[in-house]
Each structure stands twice: as structure tokens, then as C-alpha cells.
């Protein structure tokens, strides 16, 4: 099992920018994937970005063009750059990772765009 601890989430005015950090407890070479999903109001969770240690990057449509995720391998780290924040924003976010054929979350953080 790897244990996640997200960081960075806080309170912008919108079009401000936030950067949250997600850090595993172990090396993050051998899992599959990470990324970020965030449960908006009144919305199901949805996805915000994953990143592959191979170098894959996908991200959600409410989020291209804004959002950046990044990973830090030597660090065990993965970022993600939030740019443009709207108040459509607003949520928890949650990091995950997926190894195999489990998946492990983190505890979230709360982003609050205000308008």
C-alpha cells in the first residue's frame, strides 16, 4: 500500500491560481498511475488530471487548457498547477493512485474559488 498526503488546497479569488502537491510515502516508480479527482457541489466526483510515470497526461474537459499535473519521481511527488480558477472549481480534491489493481486516496483538500 502507498499513503497519500495532499497539501496546497486554500482559498482564491477567481482567475488566481493554486498548486496542490500530492506526496506518496514510497517510491511512486512502481504504481501505474496518479492523479487527481475533486467531488464539486452537487456533482459526482470527476476527474481533474492523472499522470503516468511513463509520462502519459490526460485531463478532465472542465480543466484543459488550466490545469497542469506534474510528477517528481525522485521526490515521490505529484503537482498539480491550477490556473484560471473559476467558482465552478470549488470542491474537495482528492490524489489517488493506482497500482495494479488497486487503487489508494488520499484524504482530500478543499480548493474554494470565491467570485
Same mark, same amino acid.
Given at each position: 500500500q502507498v499513503q497519500l498526503v495532499e497539501s496546497g488546497g486554500g482559498l482564491v479569488q477567481a482567475g488566481g491560481?493554486?498548486?496542490?502537491?500530492? !506526496?506518496?510515502?514510497?517510491s511512486i516508480d512502481t504504481l501505474n498511475a496518479m492523479g487527481w479527482h475533486r467531488q464539486t457541489p452537487g456533482k459526482q466526483r470527476e476527474l481533474v488530471a492523472?499522470?503516468?510515470?511513463?509520462?502519459?497526461?490526460?485531463?478532465g474537459d472542465a480543466v484543459k487548457g488550466r490545469f497542469t499535473i506534474s510528477?517528481?519521481? !525522485?521526490?515521490?511527488?505529484?503537482?498539480l498547477q491550477m490556473n484560471n480558477l473559476k467558482p465552478e472549481d470549488?470542491?474537495?480534491?482528492?490524489?489517488?493512485?493506482v497500482e495494479g489493481r488497486n487503487i489508494e486516496w488520499g484524504q482530500g483538500t478543499q480548493v474554494t474559488v470565491s467570485s
Open positions: 491560481s493554486l498548486s496542490l502537491s500530492c !506526496a506518496a510515502s514510497r492523472w499522470y503516468t510515470t511513463r509520462g502519459l497526461i490526460n485531463y510528477g517528481d519521481n !525522485a521526490e515521490n511527488v505529484v503537482n470549488i470542491g474537495v480534491y482528492y490524489c489517488y493512485a
